[in-house]
Structure formats: structure tokens, C-alpha cells
């Protein structure tokens, strides 16, 4: 297969999806430790902020990290946007069958909220910490967010719940396209991937039922 072939396959936009979509895996990981730290309260989750803002990591790893992600979903954009063009068949009089799940059929809209949620998500804090600056304590500016709304803890609740549809149905399919050449490893990388995203997905609903009710 040709080069342009290979990026414009099927077989070649889904490993593209499944390569970025790997830097978000890793990023959600790292992300989620960082805010575990508000556990620790102020001293604990400062100290991490601070050793987060090092050069190496601002300006090295997090922009690696960043580029994978924001690739993975205006790609992932592309893709939805031309799949519904070229499709004959309006979505709800389609008959999909049972091999196609909720998740599957609807991941441009779970990523689109996803992606909705992040702009959000990053006025409420990058935004203030590494553009406006000037921000003291993290920790309060974390925190308060949760503790001085309900409605932002619901939303972000509900921002977790469909991370981790989106995020399980996304493993699927990677290890579907990715994964052949293991067919015998797939049952239990199928497993290990659910438990990735249970985790993600609890994780991120601890610590903001954390900041709200315990910080
Ligand atoms: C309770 C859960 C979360 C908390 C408390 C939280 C907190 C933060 C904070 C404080 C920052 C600013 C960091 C800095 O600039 O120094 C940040 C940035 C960011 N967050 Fe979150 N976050 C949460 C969940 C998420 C989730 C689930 C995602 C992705 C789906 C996400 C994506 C991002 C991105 C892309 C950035 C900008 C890049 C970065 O600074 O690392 N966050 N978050």
C-alpha cells in the first residue's frame, strides 16, 4: 500500500488514532496522580504543581503530550465530520447490530463533550495559572472550584463518566486494529484496558467529590 494509501485506509486512520490516542492514555495517568496529591492538601498538592512547572516537564513533556492529544481529537473531528457526509444512511433509521455498540456508533459526540469540557476545564485553570499568572496557591484555586459550586462538580462528574465510555470503547477498537498480531493476549489486554479506564474514571469523580466535600 502506498503512503497516501496507508493514511487515507481505514486500517491507517485508525493506527493514526490509536498511536495519538496512546499519548492521551499516558497523559490521563500522569494527570490523574497530580490531582490525587489534593489529598495531601495544600503543601502536597503546591509542591507537585511546582515540581510539574520545571522546565524539562513544562516545556519538554507536556507539549509532546499536548500535541499527541490535540492530534487525536481534531483528527478524530475529521473523521466524524467525513464518515457522516459519506454516509447513505441517516443514524436513525439505521439498523446497527449488536456488535455495534452505544459507545461505538457515538464516539464523536462523546468526544466532542469531551473536547467541549477540556476548553472549559483549561480557562478554569491553565488559563488562570500559566497565561493570567500570579496564581499563589493552586491547591485553593483547585479546590474552590468544587467546593464553591455544585453545578461544576455534576458537570465535571459527568465529564468522567463519559471520559471512561469513551476511553474503554477507544481501547477496544485500538487493540481490535493494533492488536492482531496478539490474538491470544487480547482477552486479558481487553481486561487490563477496562481496568484502566475504571480507574481513570473513579479517580477523577475521588478527587472531585474530594475537593468538595473534604479538602
Ligand atoms: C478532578 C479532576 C481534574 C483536576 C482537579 C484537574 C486539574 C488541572 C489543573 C490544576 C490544570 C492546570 C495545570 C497547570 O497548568 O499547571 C489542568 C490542566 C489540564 N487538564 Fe486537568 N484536571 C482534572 C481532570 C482532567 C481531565 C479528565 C482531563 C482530560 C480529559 C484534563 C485535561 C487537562 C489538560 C489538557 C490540561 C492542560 C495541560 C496541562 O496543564 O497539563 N484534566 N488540570
Redesign the pocket.
Known sequence: MSKAGFSTSSVGRKVFMALTGAF?VV??LV??T??LF?VGGAEYYNAM?HF??TPIIKYAL?PV??LG?ILHILFGLYLAVKNSMSRPINYKNANYGAASSWASRYMWLTGII?FG??VL??A???YK??IVGGVEN?YE??VN??KDSMCYTIL?IV??VI?GVHLAHGFWSMFQTTGQAYVKWLPCLQKLALAYCAV?SLG??F??LW?RFIA
Open positions: 492521551l497523559f490521563m494527570h490523574l497530580c490531582n489534593v504543581t510539574m512547572g507536556q503530550l499536548a492529544f469531551i469540557v477540556i476545564h483549561m478554569n485553570y491553565w495559572i500559566q493552586d484555586l483547585v472550584l468544587f465535571y465529564w468522567f471520559l481513570v477523577f469523580i478527587v472531585a475537593c
